[in-house]
């Protein structure tokens, strides 16, 4: 049976059809879910894509964590289901406290759009098995509210428990704190980064890498062998 992976889209998304898109190429099959739909389709997985859910007015990810479909991806996330944020995804789960901190405005106060190197800390994630820690890959960043804060008791906590996912390399392009470009809760299960894997899972498009291809044969792996 082909894994079954949902793809949220909240008004203001961008990034839904590309998600669905790279699930299809690691292959498992991509469900639509919009905003609004409390039933979740029985999907094994959910994604919480990258955009501007609501036109980030109030605050990124403040008002999306309020849509009908978060009631159940709170409930089920913490029952174990495997769920992604990307960017602005990653926003509206620590909106939802799925995951600890939250997203302020780049220190540059800009926009940035780039190729970005990370270094993959913590490969036993539901998503991240594909890959090894100390792994350094290349994944496109575009957002204007992606400098991850924390207070230090939540910090030294996700240092402590190897709970940074992964960590920018070379260049912070936001000024997040420790370099954090994404983090895992402590069961695993629920991951989110500011980075866009989704755009880089062909090597004829986007970068031409495809170094974010094993997030997603990641997940359909661990759903496989479940």
């Known amino acids: 049976m082909t894994a ?10 961008l990034d839904d059809r590309d998600t669905q898109r790279a699930i299809r190429v690691a292959g498992a099959e991509p469900v639509a879910l919009w905003h609004k739909d409390k039933d979740l389709k ?30 159940t991806v709170i ?6 289901l495997p769920v992604l944020g990307i960017c602005n995804g990653f926003q509206v789960l620590t909106e939802a406290h799925l ?23 913590n490969a036993d994630t539901a998503w991240t098995t594909d890959y090894e820690a100390g792994q350094e890959i290349h994944i496109p960043l575009k957002n204007m509210d ?13 240092e402590a428990e190897g709970r940074v996912a992964f960590r920018y390399l070379g260049f912070n392009p936001n000024g997040s704190l ?12 629920v991951v989110g980064l500011m980075p866009h894997p989704e755009h880089a899972v062909e090597s004829l498009i986007g970068t031409g890498r ?4 094993p997030f997603f044969t990641s997940i359909l792996k661990k759903l496989v062998n479940a």
Not at 146 to 158: F, I, K, N, P
Not at 210 to 213: I, S
């Open 42 to 71: 029985q999907v094994d997985a959910v994604v919480l894509c990258g955009g501007f859910s609501y036109g980030d007015y109030l605050r990124a990810g403040a008002i999306a964590r309020f849509s009908p479909v978060m009631d």
């Open 75 to 80: 409930d089920q996330a913490k029952a174990g």
């Open 146 to 158: 992606g400098r991850y804060v924390a207070d230090q008791r939540t910090l030294d906590e996700l």
């Open 178 to 189: 420790n370099d954090i470009a994404g983090i895992t809760n402590a069961a695993g299960n």
């Open 99 to 121: 995951l600890p901190g939250g997203m302020l405005g780049n220190d540059h106060l800009h926009f940035i759009c780039r190729d970005q190197k990370l270094r993959v800390e």
């Open 4 to 13: 079954r992976i949902g793809v949220v889209t909240f008004p203001g998304s």
């Open 210 to 213: 495809t170094d974010g291809l």
